[in-house]
């Protein structure tokens, strides 16, 4: 039997267009993993409803994203969203992008992981931890001592046991995959 091939979906100029932006792009990572409403995505994001609303209109026309289902809240029509592809192929399309149509795609992965780090910031310094659609993020801040570098080896031992988890929860429950994890010291 022959083994099923991923299918990955060509990505259009307009497209990369429409995603040379910070939100969009922060919108999308959180469809990647499960559908959401306008208003979750407005929660999430940190923004009034009409700003989302504005950017999934946008991503719809774009043919990125799709309405799923609807549910009724009251007398209000809440309605859900999802990416439908998953395997996006953007590589074609990236040489004949104009310079300044680069320069803004570029601009907003940076802007969209900026915002990623400063919700991070804020709720570390409310939580300690946080945890997004696509992964978490633990932060241990320590105090420089004689025994900080045994600490340290403490918590990436913590970090071992808990991807040894992950990594059999992953492969029980999906069969295959891989994960990224990052670790690092940083002076506080």
């Given amino acids: 039997m022959a083994k099923a091939r991923k299918k990955e979906v060509d990505v259009s100029r307009k497209q990369v267009k429409i995603l040379s932006d ?3 792009l922060r919108i999308l990572s959180m469809l990647f993993e499960r559908e959401m409403s306008i208003s979750g995505l ?33 007398n209000l029509a809440e309605r859900y969203y999802e990416m439908p592809a ?29 915002g990623m780090i400063n919700d991070s910031v804020k709720a570390i310094q409310e939580r300690g ?5 696509v992964g978490r993020l633990l932060f241990y801040k320590l105090p ?40 690092t010291m940083l002076p506080a």
């Fill in 22 to 24: 910070p939100t969009r």
């Fill in 42 to 74: 407005a929660k999430a994001l940190g923004l009034t409803p009409a700003t989302v609303h504005h950017h999934i209109a946008r991503l719809r026309k774009a043919g990125l994203i799709r309405p799923t289902r609807t549910e009724m809240r009251g």
């Fill in 86 to 114: 998953k395997g996006i192929d953007s590589s074609h399309v990236w040489d004949k992008l104009r310079d300044s149509e680069k320069v803004a795609y570029r601009l907003a992965i940076l802007g969209m992981l900026k």
């Fill in 129 to 133: 931890t946080v945890e997004w659609e």
């Fill in 144 to 183: 420089w001592r004689r025994d900080a570098i045994t600490q340290v080896e403490e918590v990436l031992q913590e970090t071992k046991r808990r991807l040894a988890r992950l990594e059999e929860s992953w492969r029980t429950e999906t069969g295959a995959g891989q994960i990224a994890v990052v670790i």
